[in-house]
Nanobody, 119 residues
């Protein structure tokens, strides 16, 4: 079972920047580079929303419409880590951010890190 831990959350001001990290461990038959990785978020009282995804090699990525051109997803397969750089933060960016690792039909989730946007 892949173990994922998100970090980097906190209170940010509108327009500010922040980078989240997702550290992966617990690999047995496969390595970190065998998993596509995703970021999702969930605002208080809301549904989980897709934020971004990155391929196993890190050579391609896609974004949700609400974060496109503001967020950047990257990964470092040598460190077993994934990142989400968030620029031009908006109030709508608040919530718990989760990372997930996908291989085939199996998806593992972290417990999330909280982002609060406040002036």
């Amino acid at each position: 079972q892949v173990h994922l831990v998100e970090s980097g959350g906190g209170v940010v001001q509108p327009g500010g920047s922040l980078t989240l990290s997702c550290a992966a461990s617990g690999f047995t038959d496969f390595t970190f580079s065998d998993y596509a990785m995703n970021w999702y978020r969930q605002a208080p009282g809301g549904q989980r929303e897709f934020v971004a995804a990155i391929t196993r090699a890190g050579d391609n990525s896609i974004y949700g419409d609400s974060v496109k051109s503001r967020f950047t997803i990257t990964r470092d397969n040598a460190k077993n880590e994934m990142y989400l750089q968030m620029n031009s933060r908006e109030y709508g960016d608040k919530g718990v951010y989760y990372c997930s690792a996908v291989r085939g039909t199996r998806e593992s989730w972290g417990k999330g890190t909280l982002i609060t946007v406040s002036s």
